[in-house]
């Protein structure tokens, strides 16, 4: 029973981190510009979450850390390359 929730915390870690990367990265795909105010704070907020909860819940703080990790590291020029198409043309 202990294995299944800190499996379950982990999994709700990689989806919490999972978001915020996914969508500042396929951003970045569609805009010249850079990032806005809300996209840069949109990038923080898994890291701030995985503080504040690494002492009571090191298991969703590990699944934030994963996510960031494999998302925002070798799948990263894959969402750059083939996010436009992921998000509809316009």
């Known amino acids: ?19 915020p990367v996914v969508l500042v990265t396929l951003s970045l795909a569609d805009t010249e510009e850079g990032l806005s105010g809300a996209w840069v704070m949109m990038a923080l907020v898994p890291g701030l979450t995985a503080l504040y909860a690494w002492e009571r819940y090191p298991y969703f703080a ?24 992921l998000g509809g043309s316009s």
């Open 1 to 19: 029973m202990r294995a299944a929730g800190w499996l379950l915390q982990w999994v709700v870690g990689f989806v919490v981190g999972l978001m």
């Open 62 to 85: 590990g699944g934030i850390a994963s996510a960031v990790g494999i998302v925002g590291g070798p799948l990263n020029p894959l969402l750059v390359a083939y996010g436009g198409w």
